[in-house]
């Protein structure tokens, strides 16, 4: 079941997981995980008007992303969570109107706080939000369009991780396989170059042998797709 009525991040999960594996989920489905993440829109300890995690969520310290991140401090939490909740909604494409509600005030929440951002910072583009692993969450709602001036503010946030390369295939404060993750995602040639330069590190991944936890098969599923890009 992919609902889970107490975690916005084992729904998340569970969603992320149906997509990556190209697993059928019904309109009958996607309306009902809809319907939850529209409820969870602002609630308390949201950030920025996000669909907010559960009490449940906030009190886990185990909770992980699909690619097995620890989500650790509560902000953090909220963030990550609701940037992928607000993705998922778009992607579930519920015709309900309190969804599409839920989407338009979610959206213009989080975009007045991206443009408080970039006014600090002069006006300019931003292409780092907050830390590593909040941007990778929101490169992966730029790619699929979600915020106005998507496009550019894409290529600035692949700009900056190309900057923030550490040398070795991987990236300073950037998670790796959740990076991973969303650069697999994106359709430009930017992407594909960060892809290549991590190739290394992807091909060791990629031959690991039998692997029994769940989030060591999915790296190894990303690392093996990631490469098949290139």
Not at 39 to 46: A, E, H, I, T
Not at 70 to 85: Q, W
């Amino acid at each position: 079941m992919l609902l889970n009525h107490n975690s916005l991040a084992k729904t998340i999960e569970n969603l992320n997981e149906a997509w990556f594996y190209s697993k059928d989920i019904s309109k009958e489905a996607g309306d009902s995980i809809s319907i939850f993440l529209a409820f969870l829109q602002d609630k308390k300890g949201s950030y920025a008007g996000l669909p907010a995690p559960t009490e449940q969520d906030f009190r886990n310290t185990e909770k992980r992303l699909f690619t097995g991140e620890k989500l650790k401090s509560a902000a953090g939490s909220a963030h990550i969570l609701g940037e992928e909740a607000l993705r998922a909604l778009l992607k579930l494409n519920s015709a309900s109107p309190e969804v599409r509600e839920a989407i338009r005030f979610s959206k213009e929440g989080f975009e007045g706080r991206l443009k408080e951002t970039s006014e600090f910072y002069g006006g300019r583009m931003i292409g780092i939000y907050c830390c590593g692993i909040c941007t990778a969450s929101y490169m992966r709602n730029l790619a699929i369009g979600t915020f106005k001036h998507s496009e550019q503010r894409l290529e600035a946030s692949l700009k900056e991780l190309r900057n923030l390369r550490n040398g070795s295939g991987r990236w300073r404060r950037f998670p790796f396989h959740y990076t991973i993750l969303a650069l697999s995602e994106i359709n430009h040639s930017k992407a594909k170059d960060e892809i290549r330069y991590a190739a290394p590190s992807l091909e060791r991944i990629a031959n690991r042998k039998i692997l029994k936890d769940k989030y060591a098969i999915r790296r190894k599923d990303l690392a093996q797709r990631a490469l098949g890009i290139i």
